[in-house]
């Protein structure tokens, strides 16, 4: 599955300091990635947040990869 991450995450000034959103909601990348980090399963995430769907935890994973790729391009 190829996702479009631009589609889902979302940067809004005002909003969490301007950090990376998904969909507008106040749950950001860095929100999903640390779940992630401390063994969180995607199941477990989508059950203690129902607003977020599989496709928002794969667009933080794309847009995570995509930075790290671009930081690694600079180096």
Do not use: H, Q
């Not at 106040?26 to 203690?48: F, N, P």
């Not at 947040?49 to 667009?59: G, V």
Request: hydrophobic fraction near 40%.
């Amino acid at each position: 599955m190829n996702i479009d991450y631009r589609t889902i995450i979302t940067l809004e000034p005002g909003k969490r300091g301007g950090k990376p959103c998904i969909r507008g909601l106040r749950i950001t990348v860095y929100d999903v990635l640390s779940w992630l980090a401390d063994g969180m399963s995607e199941d477990e995430i989508l059950e203690d947040y129902p607003e977020l769907e599989t496709s928002d935890i794969r667009a933080c994973l794309a847009f995570a990869a995509d930075r790290e790729r671009n930081v690694s391009a600079i180096v």
